[in-house]
Structure formats: structure tokens, C-alpha cells
């Protein structure tokens, strides 16, 4: 009987570390700091949402929703993911769409999932209709008061497979035609953070990495695409050159279907001028 009570409450603590590894939302805060930043941006919050991949939180992702509308978002980054390839189903997906373009403006750049699809046609027209602003390979202006800021964004590399991601990027971000002005770049994957730099980019959003998937205590990830094991870029923010990269841990899975000590989060970030 103890034998079967022992296994029982060890059965009951694995249960709860994969449950809240997957399912328990957390919401990271960051403070990034420039002062190259316009005046009037000081303070303005984004939050960033990545790599969805069609997981649910709450019932018609009730629990994702209020995480979002507490934040007090004056504008929301969808930095790639949104879908699975490998489960597509945009309609579930645009549950979430269908509340947060009631918050703020929301803007979207590709993710490797969207590209792997073949239904890029079908999701940003389906977003663009519902007032999401989709950036690919180009940019927009933010105006506040008198000051206004760029906001850019680019493809995912897998949409040129046949090349290097790295040229890939390069190209993308010279088709995008960024100004002088303080730019903010969407962008889906982190470990091209040297190219964004060279292109002199003030802040970046990225994802991709799903935190190392597996984080390891007093380690961090254990795997990334395009990093491999161990990977160094996986959460937090980054410094090259003139760039900051926020990078986000996300919300789902893909191909291994569990996050393990790696809560699924959604990231606010407060721009704060020197």
C-alpha cells in the first residue's frame, strides 16, 4: 500500500511539472532602454506573442486573452508560429486574432510554420481582413504625438530554402528599405541577430528557439532549431553593436510535443528613453 501511494503522489508531481510546463502561462516583463528613443515612446508597452502552434489556453484561449488585455498593450508583435504545419487549423487560431485587434494594433511576420504550410496566401489574408498589419519584407510608420518610429518586418529564410538564411535575411531586410528613424524589427528567428545589427536596427522581437524546449536548471535549453544543442539565444534580451534583441520562450510545440520546465509565456516590453 505504500509502495502504491509513493507512486501514485510521484505520478501526481510529474503530471503537474509537464501540466504547467505546457499549459500554466506566465507573463515576462522587460525594460528596454534607448536613448535614441522619441520622446513621446517613452513608456509605450508591446507584447509580443510567439509561436502559438495552434496550442489552446482556456477556452477560446480565454486564459491567453486576459493575460494580453492586463497588459495594457499599446501595440501586440506576432513574431512568426502562429500556426502548425504539422496540425493546421487557421480558424482556431483566429480566436485569439478576433480579440486582441480589439486591444491595440496587432502585427504579424512569418514563421517557418506559416512557410512549410504552403497556405502563407490564406493566413495573411485571413489576418489582413481582421486588421492585422503584415509585414513582409517591408515597413510601417508608429506615430505617437508628435514623434513617429519605424516598425518592420521580415519573411522567414525557409521561404528560399535553396540559399544560406543568413543571405536570405540580408536580402530581406534591404527589400524591407528602413529608414534613418528608430526602427523596431519583427523578425521569426534569433539567430541571425548579427545581420539585424549590421543593418543598425534599434530593437528586434524574435522567437523561434521555444526557450531550448527542454530547460535544464542552472543550465537553460537544452535544444534549438538552427542553434543546436545548448543554445545560447533562447530567452531574454541581447546586445550587438547598436541592436537589443528580446527573444521570446512562446506558447507551443512542433515536432516534440512537450515543453519541460519551460513555461509557455507571453513577453511585455516597456521602451524607456535614457
Keep these: 500500500m505504500k509502495k502504491l501511494v509513493i507512486i501514485i503522489l510521484f505520478a501526481l508531481v510529474?503530471?503537474?511539472?509537464?501540466?504547467?510546463?505546457?499549459?500554466?502561462?506566465?507573463?515576462?516583463?522587460?525594460?528596454?532602454?534607448?536613448?535614441?528613443?522619441?520622446?513621446?515612446?517613452?513608456?509605450?508597452?508591446?507584447?509580443?506573442?510567439?509561436?502559438?502552434?495552434?496550442?489552446?489556453?482556456?477556452?477560446?484561449?480565454?486564459?491567453?486573452?486576459?493575460?494580453?488585455q492586463s497588459a495594457k498593450p499599446d501595440a501586440v508583435f506576432l513574431t512568426g508560429d502562429f500556426i502548425d504545419s504539422n496540425r493546421y487549423d487557421l480558424s482556431a487560431s483566429l480566436v485569439l486574432i478576433d480579440e486582441i485587434v480589439k486591444m491595440s494594433k496587432v502585427y504579424f511576420v512569418t514563421g517557418n510554420h506559416e512557410i512549410a504550410s504552403n497556405q502563407v496566401e490564406e493566413i495573411t489574408a485571413a489576418l489582413q481582413e481582421r486588421g492585422v498589419i503584415v509585414l513582409a519584407n517591408d515597413s510601417v510608420e508608429w506615430e505617437k504625438g508628435n514623434d513617429t518610429i519605424q516598425i518592420a518586418g521580415i519573411d522567414d529564410p525557409l521561404s528560399e530554402p535553396a540559399r544560406h538564411g543568413d543571405e536570405v535575411t540580408h536580402d530581406y531586410l534591404e527589400s524591407a528599405r528602413l529608414t534613418d528613424d528608430f526602427t523596431l524589427l519583427l523578425v521569426h528567428r534569433p539567430e541571425y541577430l548579427s545581420t539585424y545589427?549590421?543593418?543598425?536596427?534599434?530593437?528586434?522581437?524574435?522567437?523561434?528557439?521555444?526557450?531550448?524546449?527542454?530547460?535544464?536548471?542552472?543550465?537553460?535549453?537544452?535544444?534549438?532549431?538552427?542553434?543546436g544543442w545548448f543554445p545560447k539565444v533562447t530567452e531574454g534580451i541581447f546586445d550587438k553593436g547598436q541592436s537589443q534583441m528580446v527573444v521570446s520562450r512562446g506558447l507551443g510545440n512542433s515536432n516534440f510535443p512537450l515543453r519541460i520546465f519551460n513555461r509557455p509565456e507571453i513577453v511585455v516590453v516597456t521602451l524607456k528613453r535614457e
Excluded: C, M
Aim: aromatic fraction near 10%; avoid cysteine; hydrophobic fraction near 40%.
Design 197 to 227: 545589427a549590421e543593418a543598425e536596427v534599434d530593437i528586434v522581437f524574435a522567437g523561434h528557439a521555444h526557450g531550448g524546449q527542454v530547460r535544464l536548471p542552472g543550465i537553460g535549453g537544452l535544444y534549438a532549431p538552427g542553434q
Design 14 to 68: 510529474i503530471w503537474g511539472i509537464f501540466w504547467s510546463s505546457n499549459k500554466w502561462l506566465e507573463t515576462t516583463e522587460y525594460t528596454v532602454v534607448s536613448e535614441e528613443l522619441p520622446e513621446a515612446f517613452d513608456g509605450a508597452k508591446i507584447v509580443q506573442i510567439s509561436d502559438l502552434h495552434n496550442a489552446t489556453f482556456g477556452k477560446n484561449q480565454s486564459s491567453l486573452i486576459k493575460k494580453i
